[in-house]
């Protein structure tokens, strides 16, 4: 399941994305330098999204009634 933001994140700062599920902290497998591999878990592309945004890769479906928050810095 992949989410575009509105804005593009700058390269430098992709390992400081925080997501929140339902209000649990997900892991940033991009920091980690690894993949994600479950719906706990989730990779950041800095221009991935399309018009050049950022994209998030969650490792599994997520479900439409989860509400996701995402938070960084520009």
């Known amino acids: 399941t992949t989410l575009d933001l509105?804005?593009?994140?700058?390269?430098?700062?992709v390992?400081?994305?925080k997501v929140y599920k339902n209000g649990?902290?997900?892991k940033n497998m991009?920091?980690?330098g690894d993949t994600a591999a479950d719906s706990?878990?989730?990779?950041v592309s800095a221009t991935g999204g399309?018009?050049?945004?950022a994209r998030l890769t969650f490792g599994a479906?997520?479900?439409?009634?989860?509400l996701i928050v995402v938070d960084f810095l520009v």
């Open 61 to 66: 479906a997520i479900s439409a009634s989860d």
């Open 50 to 53: 399309s018009g050049g945004v």
């Open 30 to 32: 991009s920091a980690m």
């Open 6 to 13: 509105s804005v593009a994140v700058p390269s430098t700062l």
């Open 40 to 43: 706990d878990e989730f990779n």
């Open 24 to 26: 649990m902290f997900m």
């Open 15 to 17: 390992n400081y994305v």
